[in-house]
């Protein structure tokens, strides 16, 4: 009883994050994703990372992700997958590590 009760109450607090409307034809982030109702994006200058990453490109909506050997990776927990070539080696690293 306690664990449904918890799951339903995760539930109710992620409800807000995935009722964001996608344009699933958007190409970049600016173009996939609106900013939720009440907000907008703030001005960044050109040729900084946060204007690299708004207009890097993104793959179709829906590909998968992809591991350095060419494996889809497992758990389907992303939106959407940024357009990067695979390279040969483990080379891109997540800064936590």
């Known amino acids: ?8 109450f995760l539930a109710f607090i992620a409800l807000p ?4 409307e996608i344009n699933k034809n958007g190409n970049t982030i600016i173009e996939r994703f609106s900013p939720p109702p009440g907000y907008e994006r703030i001005h960044v200058d050109s040729n900084s990372f946060a204007d690299y990453l708004r207009i890097c490109p993104l793959k179709k909506y829906g590909s998968p992700v992809l591991l350095y050997n060419g494996q889809e990776k497992r758990n389907k927990v ?8 695979l390279l040969s080696a483990d080379l891109i690293q997540c800064a936590d590590q």
Not at 17 to 20: G, L, Y
Not at 78 to 85: A, E
Request: charged fraction near 15%.
């Open 1 to 8: 009883m306690k664990k449904s009760l918890v799951l339903l």
């Open 17 to 20: 994050a995935f009722s964001q």
């Open 78 to 85: 992303h939106v959407s997958v940024f357009d990067m070539p």
